[in-house]
């Protein structure tokens, strides 16, 4: 094998969700205090949960957090290849920041032969950011019936001879058999770049797992990196997946219900609501129906409206917020939550789905008509209740006009955006990531009737990655996983 080209290091898992974003989050901020320029990439994410860069390019969220780590911008080539998935068997294919295409799920295994050159320009685009690259992967090397043409895990790191160290979960039970049956099904010149391992999300004393770590290095010949006790302030950093949507949080008297989407997207919008002392949060999960004593009900994002809004309608919740609205609720929709609050959603030309057009839920005096252009910028706005300044981001594709758009939720540059019901209380907007601002959150949550706490949002989230660095050098051989990268 030739030499890395520059320091490199690739954080696989032995399936998903093993915690393979904050390993990457927590080894570059743990890098960084150290004194080195670190960076990160992620060949290929499937989420629908995405960050807008500075470039007006998309990006996973997770990878705006580990740039935030690393302390540079977020890049459009720190994600080169995003699905975002739209049904059960198709995603739309997000390549440099821009939508490519959407296709179906045994499409891809063909599409994606072409992309590995666009991921490894990226890839070297990064490395000249930064003196380290961290890299992680996705899903799992084990999934050896995606070997071919893959872009995600050993496929990458082959062409770009990176070395690899695996993450297995123990919390999930049988991580043994995770580590060492992965090993079992690579090939052998891909086992060959996987130089360690390490376990997360270890409850309890991790001594009590000293045999089975030996076991594992003495079955694989691996280098262990070390046993990482669960981290309980995850919990106050973004989530990537929607499966780590936590079903409540926050214990205030100002009671939020957010609807789980089927295709719900950038979900970190509510994660400040959930860290507020004043407020508590829960996640309306399907089947279940939405509290009669909430105060404010809001239906996220979604990278399928109309198909979202009959998902919607399948759980019973149009009821639930129509006797909401009656007993004198708010409402809030953001993005995809405020098309379905309008008359109707037309997607003529089949852009989101099958071709047609939806019945809203009527609460707002206002149409969407679904276009080909997607709006992808950062957004600097004054919130027309409140006269607070705001920053957010766009993220959408659709036009929304009518009545009700005279009384906007924001102005952009003297533009209105949004739209506000008569009474105010139901309210939609296209403006993600408003509530991480503390001036805007306190002044929205005083208009109504919260009192606000001192949370700042920026300094929490900013502890949380401090601490997760902290907790792994404490924890795991930090000092062998950079000298392994080369740093």
Known sequence: ?????MPALMIQGTGSNVGKSLLVAGLLRAARRRGLSVAPFKPQNMSNNA????DGGEIGRAQALQALAAGIPASVHMNPVLLKPETDTGAQVVVQGRCLTSTRAGDYAVLKQG???????SFAAVSRLADLVIVEGAGSPAE?????NDIANMGFARAANVPVVLAGDIDRGGVIAQIVGTQAVLEADDAALVRGF??????????LFDDGYRLIEARTGWRGFGVLPFFPDAARLPAEDALDLTPSGGAGGFRVACLALSRIANFDDLDPLKLEPGVSLRMILPGQAIPGDCDLVIIPGTKSTRGDLDFLRRQGWDVDIAAHVRRGGRLLGICGGYQMLGRTVADLGGIEGPAGETAGLGLLDVATAMTGDKRLTRTRAVHAATGTALEGYEIHIGRTEGPDRSRPFAHIDGTPEGAVSADGRIMGSYLHGIFAGDEFRRAFLAGLGVTPGVLSHGASVEAALDGLADHMERHLDVAGLLALAGA
């Open 1 to 5: 094998m030739g030499r890395v080209p």
């Open 51 to 54: 960050a807008v860069t500075a």
């Open 115 to 121: 992309l590995m050159a666009a991921v490894l320009d």
């Open 144 to 148: 050896v019936n995606l070997r071919a």
């Open 198 to 207: 390490l376990i997360n999300k270890f409850r309890g004393d991790p001594a």
